[in-house]
C-alpha cells in the first residue's frame, strides 16, 4: 500500500492543456476545426468507398475501416477536451472515466491492427499478384477485421478489468486531456505490479507483433522489387505503398512519443504534445494522405462531385 491518503474516489479532474485564459477562444477553435476536418475527410472517404464499385476491393474495405476507426479515436477524446476547454467543467465521472480509457484503448489497438492487415494485402498484391484474387478473398478480409476487433476489445476489457479492481489516492487530478492508463495507475494506492506486467507483456506483444508484420511485409515486397528491377514497377509500388508507409511512420512515431519516451514523472508538454499528435493530427491527416497521391479515391471524387453538380 503506496503512504498517500486513500479515499473512494467518484470523479477526476482532467487539468487538460496548458493554455493561457485569454487563449482559450482561438485553441478551442483550432481544435474543433481540426476535429471536423478530421470527421468530414474520414467520412468522405468511407462514403466515396461505399458508392463507387471500383472501389470494392480488399485495400479499400481496409481503408473504410481504418477511416472508421479513425473517427472513433478522436471522438473518445477531442470532444470532451472542447467542452471542458469552453465551460471550463473539468471534473468526470469514474465510470466516464474509465469508459473514454477503455474505448480509447479499443480504437487505438484496431488502428494498430488494422495497418498490419493493410500491409499484408500489399504484399500479397505486389509478391504474389497471380494468387491475389485467390488469397484476398471477401471471406478472409471479414475475418481479418473481425479479429482485429476481437483482438482490440480483449486488449481493452483487460486493461479495464485490471484498472477497476485499484483504489485512488485523495489526488483526483489528471494532469491530461483524457484518461490515460499510465497516468491512473500512478495515482493508484494499491500494488500495481500485475498491471505493469500485463502492460509489458500482452500490451507489448500486441504492439510488436503487428509492427514486426509490417516490417516483414515491406522487406518482402522490397526484396521482390530488386530481383526485378524496373521504373514502371518502382512506381508502381510507390504509388500503392507510399501513402501506407507514410501513415504507418506517423501512426508509430506519435505512439511512440506518447507511451515509449514519455516522462516517467507524469505528462510534461512533450507528451502533450504527442498525445493531440496521436488522437488528433493523425486521424485528420490520414484521409488526405491517401486521397493526395490516390489516382483512384481521386476519381471516385471527381465523378461524386459531378453527380452532386448535376
Known amino acids: 500500500m503506496r503512504p498517500e491518503n486513500q479515499s473512494s474516489v467518484s470523479d477526476f479532474l482532467l487539468l487538460g492543456l496548458s493554455i493561457p485564459p485569454e487563449q482559450h477562444g482561438i485553441f478551442f477553435a483550432l481544435f474543433l476545426m481540426m476535429y471536423l476536418t478530421m470527421m468530414l475527410g474520414n467520412l468522405l472517404i468511407i462514403l466515396l468507398i461505399r ?6 476491393t480488399p485495400m479499400y474495405f481496409f481503408l473504410s475501416h481504418l477511416a472508421s476507426s ?3 479515436l478522436s471522438s473518445v477524446t477531442i470532444p470532451k477536451m472542447l467542452v ?3 465551460t471550463q467543467e473539468k471534473s468526470i465521472p469514474f465510470v466516464q472515466c474509465i469508459s473514454q480509457m477503455c474505448f480509447f484503448f479499443v480504437f487505438g489497438c484496431l488502428d494498430n491492427f488494422l495497418l498490419a492487415v493493410m500491409a499484408y494485402d500489399r504484399y500479397v498484391a505486389i509478391c504474389q499478384p497471380l494468387h491475389y484474387t485467390t488469397l484476398m478473398r471477401q471471406e478472409l478480409c471479414v475475418s481479418l477485421v473481425a479479429g482485429s476487433w476481437f483482438f482490440s ?3 481493452a476489457l483487460l486493461h479495464t478489468f485490471l484498472l477497476v479492481q485499484l483504489s485512488f489516492c485523495a489526488n483526483n487530478a489528471i494532469p491530461h486531456f ?6 491512473l495507475l500512478k495515482m493508484s494506492c494499491s500494488d500495481i505490479s500485475i498491471n505493469e506486467l500485463v502492460i509489458f507483456t500482452e500490451g507489448g506483444m500486441l504492439f510488436f507483433l503487428p509492427l514486426g508484420s509490417i516490417l516483414v511485409s515491406y522487406i518482402w515486397i522490397l526484396a521482390t522489387i530488386l530481383r526485378v528491377p524496373s521504373k514502371k514497377r518502382l512506381f508502381k509500388v510507390f504509388s500503392t505503398c507510399g501513402s501506407h508507409l507514410f501513415v504507418v511512420f506517423l501512426y508509430y512515431g506519435t505512439v511512440a512519443g506518447v507511451y515509449f519516451f514519455s516522462s516517467s514523472g507524469g505528462p510534461n508538454g512533450k507528451d502533450i504534445i504527442a498525445s493531440v499528435m496521436y488522437t488528433a493530427v493523425t486521424p485528420m491527416l490520414n484521409p488526405f494522405i491517401y486521397s493526395l497521391r490516390n489516382r483512384d ?3 471516385a ?3 461524386f462531385i459531378n453527380r452532386l453538380a448535376s
Open 51 to 56: 458508392l463507387d464499385s471500383s472501389l470494392h
Open 70 to 72: 479513425d473517427i472513433s
Open 84 to 86: 471542458n476547454m469552453q
Open 153 to 155: 476489445c480483449a486488449h
Open 178 to 183: 483524457y484518461c490515460d492508463l499510465t497516468v
Open 297 to 299: 479515391i481521386k476519381w
Open 301 to 303: 471524387l471527381k465523378i
